[in-house]
């Protein structure tokens, strides 16, 4: 089973090196790496191609202008070949070497078209530092109704099933990946599975924790609720209080380090 994993990059020379790292020392051996680089203007693509020595045969690598993250990610999976498609954002790096190997087995003994994890975000700088424990837990179509969804880029899926339910919706700036979530979760009638692993580490301070977009992110939520017949201000308010419990679970486990 081949995997194929896509990281959109624009100007993230600071902790690009992590999230390559992460994918290409992975002990599963089946893995296309694809780099999509918007055209950055710092050091990240001479970072990219320095980190990518040796293991050129494994990775496919663009830099080109593009529009944004989802035209990135979207790029990328029209150049995957792969059976699973999954995501590692250029801040963010996969939480072990045996992760995607855990992603592989579950598909395996469940059969299923998608999988999702648990993840954990982290200080920028400080990333022993939990800020934000997200254990996905369970899955149904009625939670998704209710404003829940799994972590982003703990989900992997089966390429058959992003040809037939399509791309991201480039339209949304911060939301194109609640909408697809919701798309595959609510709209389209997959075999899910959830693995109760930690599958990522995020950066707090990407795009979708960057503080001062939390307007245009909660705009782009309500049109897309909306769009897919949901109560919006309702699924939008359970989404936000959600994420209260996270939190501090995030201050129990940095205090039990301690």
């Given at each position: 089973m081949k995997i194929s994993i896509i990281t959109s990059c624009y100007n993230r020379e600071a902790t690009i090196r992590d999230a390559i790292k992460s994918v290409l020392t992975q002990d599963y051996p089946d893995i296309e790496y694809i780099i999509v680089d918007g055209g950055s203007t710092d050091g990240s693509i001479a970072a990219i191609r320095e980190a990518i020595i040796g293991h050129e045969e494994q990775v496919k690598f663009i830099s080109e202008p593009d529009h944004g993250m989802y035209e990135a990610i979207n790029k990328g999976i029209r150049m995957a070949t792969g059976d699973i498609i999954g995501?590692?954002?250029?801040?963010?790096?996969?939480?072990?070497?045996?992760?995607?190997?855990?992603?592989?087995?579950?598909?395996?003994?469940?059969?299923?078209?998608?999988?999702?994890?648990?993840?954990?975000?982290?200080?920028?700088?400080?990333?022993?530092?939990?800020?934000?424990?997200?254990?996905?837990?369970?899955?149904?179509?009625?939670?998704?109704?209710?404003?829940?969804?799994?972590?982003?880029?703990?989900?992997?899926?089966?390429?058959?099933?992003?040809?037939?339910?399509?791309?991201?919706?480039?339209?949304?700036?911060?939301?194109?990946?609640?909408?697809?979530?919701?798309?595959?979760?609510?709209?389209?009638?997959?075999?899910?599975?959830?693995?109760?692993?930690?599958?990522?580490?995020?950066?707090?301070?990407?795009?979708?924790?960057?503080?001062?977009?939390?307007?245009?992110?909660?705009?782009?939520?309500?049109?897309?609720?909306?769009?897919h017949g949901f109560n919006p201000y309702w699924a939008l308010s359970l989404k936000i209080a959600s994420k209260v419990p996270q939190f501090i679970q995030a201050k129990f486990m940095n205090g039990n380090k301690g």
């Open positions: 995501l590692v954002h250029s801040d963010d790096y996969l939480y072990e070497a045996s992760t995607i190997s855990k992603i592989v087995a579950e598909f395996q003994k469940s059969e299923a078209e998608l999988v999702y994890g648990n993840g954990l975000f982290v200080d920028y700088e400080q990333t022993e530092k939990i800020v934000r424990n997200w254990i996905s837990g369970s899955y149904s179509q009625k939670k998704v109704r209710r404003g829940w969804l799994p972590l982003h880029p703990t989900v992997y899926i089966r390429k058959e099933c992003i040809e037939k339910w399509g791309l991201y919706d480039e339209s949304y700036k911060i939301a194109a990946d609640s909408d697809f979530l919701v798309r595959y979760l609510y709209e389209a009638d997959l075999k899910v599975a959830y693995l109760n692993e930690y599958v990522i580490r995020m950066r707090m301070g990407g795009l979708s924790t960057d503080s001062s977009k939390m307007k245009q992110k909660w705009a782009e939520d309500i049109r897309m609720y909306r769009s």
